[in-house]
């Protein structure tokens, strides 16, 4: 027994992720479909050891007879396809921004917020928060429970895979052209991303922040307490995949560095691994194709009555996008808020 299952954006990295998610912790499928515009119809993707998968086009699919969709293309593709799919009876997981701010729409991350789901039930729509919220709410959590969080202030070093496919080529040709004394045009970035550092994701707003800036600022506060203030720095880095965060938080009363170690490290999906000596804690590269959020670096901020800082890694694919998707579907499975399985 499982679900009728379409992904919608396979072909994308993120896509692709959710598809090999989903084999590896053995969603209950009975049927699988992979979905992706025009230009990719045919595009073979595997599923599980045994599956091929053909793309099929987006345009022309019917919905009708689908229990689950994880949608993960454009915010605009979403904006037009989602609400077919929804009207066709399937539910739907949408890693977009395109709903995740609608009252009636609630952002998950099922280790933080499991019991929002049941906003779901109407419009059939649940959203994946955005990679950098997930992995930061995640470390937010289980402090919030203990002594409130009032204000946190973080740094992001975003890896290019968190702007799709195309921005890691771009960085793989760039490296490989500097070589050659060929850089090659930016197209993905505004400047080169090659060996350098870009203060600037996603497009600029009146107050001078990013949208990627503000996402992280009223996702947080939706997700986990409207009282939050959140001032972030979204940088984009040279790195393929992992997002790395520094996070500095005031509490509104006293939490000590052991206390926040230890409920960090009962949470479940954080590892904790902060050893103060050479190497002592975790970096991008050693998260990529791993689950869990990595905690490293804790340590009391003196500037505040009561203030911890800390490092926060994970990778952006998994965790950031495609698993935590999964792990929505799971849940949504586990409450019965599919469509009956077939036989």
Partial sequence: MGYRVAVVGATGAVGREIIKTLAERNFPIDSIVALASGRSLGTEISFGEKTVLKVQ???????KGTDLALFSPTAAVSAV????????GCMVVDNTSQFRMEFDVPLVVPEVNPNALARAAKRRIVANPNCSTIQM?????????????KR??????????????????????????????DVGVSEQFTKQMAFNVIPHIDAFMDDGATREEWKMAVETRKILDPDIQVLATCVRVPVFIGHGEAVTVEFESAITEEQAHQALHDFPGIIVLDKRDDGGYVTPVETTGEDAVYISRLRRDPTVP???AFWCVADNL????????????????ERGMLGKPAR
Avoid: C
């Fill in 306 to 308: 009561h203030g911890l």
């Fill in 318 to 333: 998994r965790k950031g996008a495609a698993l935590n998707a999964v792990q929505i579907a799971e849940l949504l499975h």
């Fill in 137 to 149: 709410v995640m470390a937010l959590k289980p402090l919030h429970d203990i002594a409130r969080v």
């Fill in 81 to 88: 396809h989602v609400p077919r799919a929804t009207a066709a």
């Fill in 152 to 181: 946190v202030v973080v740094a992001t070093y975003q890896a290019v895979s968190g702007a799709g496919k195309e921005a890691m080529d771009e960085l793989w040709s760039q490296t490989r052209g500097l070589f050659v004394n």
């Fill in 57 to 63: 086009s987006l345009e022309k699919y019917d919905f």
